[in-house]
Structures are given as structure tokens and as C-alpha cells.
């Protein structure tokens, strides 16, 4: 992991300490300071670039929330000289679109970085659907827990890395199993600190659901608990996310 890159500002350099040392800081006091840099002028967007380019090709790097926030800020740019570079250099977006089973996971990212959650939500689904009829030779438009199993922990994590990194770290499994931890695995807590259960009481698909970045950590995305726990507990156990 790098330390330092050549010519940083001083604002600059405490972001590369906070990002290269997670543990020490909020994503809340990161995502001020990246925007702090990104309105301050055009050398400050170019070193923004600079240091999202280097944790981008570090492959002990793992992006993340933080880097989603510098690279869609970048994206939109009023510097056309900067968007041109972003163009240039993240013509797929930052995250990797792997997948074992010749899935195309692009439809989503847009959807993600256009924060189209609703309708991401749904393809996310319709994708994971998608991955255990390839893979279950069977049409069914629904998960069973004991189709999890089969399903490629690549194409997990390209799915669940797209949601953290277009949400700022908010929403995606692996935010959700972190939750559901720190709620020592109990279900009701679970529901209610995400956002899926208030006041004790279910809320309603769709509308008493939240499609923004307003929403409570791991609100999304959705899995219907009216079924029961068993897929989203089979995905939390999966090898993507131990």
C-alpha cells in the first residue's frame, strides 16, 4: 500500500492517511474532506484523480465507499479537462465487472451511479435469479436459501462492491452482515437498525421504503423477511463475505 504520492497538498495528504488507515477515521469525516478538496480548484480535482487512480491499480487496495464518492464527483466535474481524464482512464467505473458466469453488470452500475436505487434494487434481484437458473438449470423467478450455495462468490462480490462504492459505503451484504453482527445475529434488532422494521411493525413494499442515501445503513438492498431468514442468512454465510 502506498503512502505517499509526489506534490500533495496538505489537505490531500491527510486524505491518503485517512483512506490508507480506515480504522482512524468516519466515513462522514472523509466524505467532508473530499469535498472540502474537490471545490477548492482545479489542481485539487487533478490530485483528487491522482490519488484514486493509484488505489484504483493497487490490487492490495480494496475500493471502496469513499473512493465511490471521489470518482462520481470527478464524473461531474466542471473542469473538462478532468472528466476527459476520468473518461479516459475508468471507462467501466472503478469497480470490476467480474463475473464467472458471463453476466453483464453494467445495467447496474448505471443504475447505481445514476442513484436509481428502486430500480437497482430490482435488478439486483432479478440478476441474482439470473445466476441460479445458470447455474440450477431451473426458471424459477425466486431464490430458495439452498440455491445460495451455488452461486459464484465473484459475482457476489460484483454485486455487493457496485452498491458500497455508489452508495458512500452505505448500503450492500457486506454492510448488511456487518449489522446483523453487531446485532449478535438477532433478526428483530437487525430489521429495525436497518430500516426494514419500525415501530415493531413490517414496512410496506414500496413506499415505506427509503431509495436514497437518506436511508439507514443496509437499508438496501431488499430481501423480503416476510419468507423468513433463511436466503439472507445463507448469503451471509457464503464464502463472498466471510
Same mark, same amino acid.
Given at each position: /500500500? *502506498? ?15 485517512l483512506?490508507? %488507515?480506515?480504522?482512524?477515521s468516519? $466515513?462522514? !469525516?472523509?466524505?467532508?474532506?473530499i469535498? %472540502? ?7 485539487? !480535482?487533478h ?5 484514486? &487512480? ?5 490490487y492490495?487496495?480494496?475500493i471502496d465507499?469513499?473512493d465511490? /464518492?471521489?470518482?462520481?464527483? +470527478?464524473l461531474q466535474?466542471?473542469?473538462p ?6 473518461a479516459?482512464?475508468?471507462?467501466e467505473g472503478i469497480?470490476?465487472l ?6 453483464d453488470?453494467?445495467?447496474l !452500475?448505471k443504475l447505481?451511479?445514476?442513484?436509481? *436505487?428502486?430500480?437497482a434494487d430490482?435488478?439486483t %434481484? ?6 441460479s !437458473?445458470v447455474l440450477?438449470d %431451473?426458471t424459477r423467478?425466486w $431464490?430458495y *436459501?439452498t440455491?445460495?450455495g451455488? +452461486?459464484?462468490a465473484?459475482?457476489?462480490h460484483?454485486?455487493d462492491? +457496485?452498491w458500497?462504492?455508489h =452508495?458512500?459505503g452505505? *448500503?450492500?451484504l =457486506?454492510v448488511q452482515?456487518?449489522? #446483523?453482527l453487531?446485532?449478535?445475529?438477532? @433478526?428483530?434488532k437487525f @430489521?429495525?437498525?436497518?430500516? #426494514? ?6 414496512c410496506?413494499?414500496?413506499q415505506e421504503?427509503? @431509495? ?7 437499508h438496501l438492498?431488499?430481501?423480503?423477511? &416476510?419468507?423468513?431468514?433463511?436466503v439472507?442468512?445463507a448469503?451471509f454465510?457464503h464464502?463472498?463475505?466471510?
Open positions: /500500500m *502506498f503512502n505517499e504520492i509526489e506534490n500533495l497538498d496538505d489537505d490531500c495528504q491527510v486524505l491518503l492517511d483512506l490508507n %488507515h480506515k480504522e482512524d468516519s $466515513l462522514s !469525516q472523509k466524505a467532508n474532506l469535498n %472540502h478538496i474537490y471545490l477548492k480548484d482545479t489542481e485539487s !480535482q490530485q483528487l484523480l491522482r490519488i484514486l &487512480l493509484i488505489r484504483y491499480r493497487d492490495e487496495i480494496d465507499g469513499t465511490g /464518492m471521489i470518482f462520481e464527483l +470527478l466535474s466542471d473542469i479537462a478532468v472528466r476527459a481524464e476520468v479516459k482512464y475508468f471507462k469497480v470490476q467480474n463475473s464467472d458466469c458471463g453476466i453488470y453494467l445495467p !452500475q447505481l451511479l445514476a442513484k436509481r *436505487f428502486q430500480e430490482t435488478l %434481484h432479478a440478476l441474482l435469479c439470473n445466476l !437458473q440450477g %431451473h423467478q $431464490l *436459501f440455491d445460495i451455488k +452461486l459464484p465473484v459475482d457476489l460484483t454485486i462492491k +457496485l458500497l462504492v =452508495s458512500g452505505l *448500503f450492500g =457486506s452482515k456487518q449489522i #446483523w453487531s446485532a449478535n445475529s438477532n @433478526w428483530e @430489521w429495525s437498525k436497518i430500516g #426494514w422494521k419500525v415501530n415493531n411493525v413490517n410496506r413494499y414500496p421504503f427509503v @431509495w436514497d442515501v437518506s436511508a439507514p445503513a443496509g438492498p431488499l430481501f423480503n423477511q &416476510l419468507r423468513g431468514v433463511q439472507l442468512a448469503l454465510n464464502p463472498a463475505f466471510l
